[in-house]
């Protein structure tokens, strides 16, 4: 993705739960319980949700249109249906700028650290 | 080393697993309860999976400690969550709805005051030294029932705004053969009539408010 294109994307940069948030279901979709481990297991133990903070986090992104909601095929473990969550291509390209941006900023660190440090 | 009985161990396993099941289920109960703090839009949506999720992480916690961790980090964090969701549902409302809700919770929060109000003065008049069956026990127990619609009318605005216009009338009758009673030659049966709709006003507005800001607007609140 090119620089003018990033810079279309809106609601960069993102907040660090959010980047993971999206990280864990890029490969597939996830329930929230799922997402909850693997943000955990992502951030090093860093980032520990809440159920409510998760799923203000989930609300928020749906309203975005970054993930969506679908049926999942596994019920939970009380029977009731379960939903997974899945990236829209939106949200890719969302994370995709963000990726860009951050390494971007990582050169850039890099750099400078170089010249300084001769 | 000293030999112990499996039988007592698997025993005592049971009884500490039935134990923490049924703190588990309490404590999940207590978060349901919680939940309904969310607005209702949220809790359409998400309600079965944070219970669900909630239940889950709770079963999944090692021991006492992790129960504790568990139900401590989501107390902190629900007031919070609880203020941002309904901040989110309010942006996506339009603007007649924006201002409906806004009077909704003004009024809330004022009847919420009188709640306090009246409690504080039931509590005054209810201990030993106050001869309350003597002096107005019809007022009193108009008074607990004003307290109680009030109450009612904060989560079911329209039978408590009902109720509320009930008790306040029952009050303001109260106050009026009250007074009537007790000192109508000295104020006039005007005047008497009078302090009664004084008193009775502030529920009669309450209740009317109550019931009419529960009506469904006319409006379709737009989903998340």
């Not at chain 2, 109960?29 to 359409?44: G, S």
């Not at chain 2, 007649?96 to 009024?107: D, E, F, G, S």
């Amino acid at each position: 993705m090119s620089e003018k294109q990033t810079s279309k994307v809106n609601g960069l940069p993102l907040t660090e739960a959010t980047f993971f948030i999206l990280l864990s279901i890029s490969r597939k979709p996830k329930h929230g319980y799922a997402i909850l481990k693997d943000v955990e297991a992502l951030s090093n133990g860093r980032i520990r949700f809440s159920t409510g903070t998760l799923y203000g986090a989930i609300s928020r992104l749906l309203e975005q249109n970054w993930i969506e909601q679908i049926d999942s095929n596994q019920p939970a473990d009380t029977g009731r249906p379960r939903k997974d969550y899945a990236l829209t291509a939106y949200g890719h390209s969302v994370m995709d700028a963000e990726i860009l941006r951050l390494e971007s900023v990582l050169a850039s660190a890099r750099m400078h650290l170089e010249e300084t440090h001769g | 080393m000293k030999w112990k009985n499996p039988t007592n161990k698997m025993q005592v396993d049971v009884k500490i697993r039935g134990r923490r099941m049924k703190i588990e289920r309490l404590l999940t109960y207590i978060y349901a309860a919680l939940l309904h703090f969310y607005p209702a839009a949220f809790r359409t949506i998400f309600f079965d999976e944070m219970l669900d999720n909630f239940s889950v992480m709770l079963h999944h916690s090692a021991d006492f400690l992790g129960l504790v961790v568990v139900v401590g980090r989501e107390l902190c964090d629900l007031p919070l969550n609880i203020c941002q969701a309904h901040w989110q549902i309010y942006k996506q409302l339009s603007q007649p709805l924006r201002r409906r809700k806004r009077i909704q919770w003004v009024v809330r929060i004022f009847g919420g005051l009188i709640i306090y109000l009246l409690i504080s003065i039931l509590s005054l008049i209810l201990t030993p030294f106050y001869n309350v069956y003597a002096e107005a026990v019809p007022f009193v127990i108009a008074l607990v029932l004003a307290t109680v619609s009030m109450i009612i009318a904060l989560y079911w605005g329209r039978v408590g705004g009902l109720l509320t216009i009930a008790s306040g009338a029952a009050i303001g009758c109260c106050m009026t053969l009250y007074l009537y009673v007790m000192a109508v030659t000295q104020i006039g049966v005007v005047a008497t009539v009078l302090i009664g709709f004084i008193w009775a006003l502030p529920f009669l507005i309450f209740g009317i408010l109550f019931y009419e800001l529960s009506k469904p607007p006319k409006q379709r609140i737009i989903p998340v």
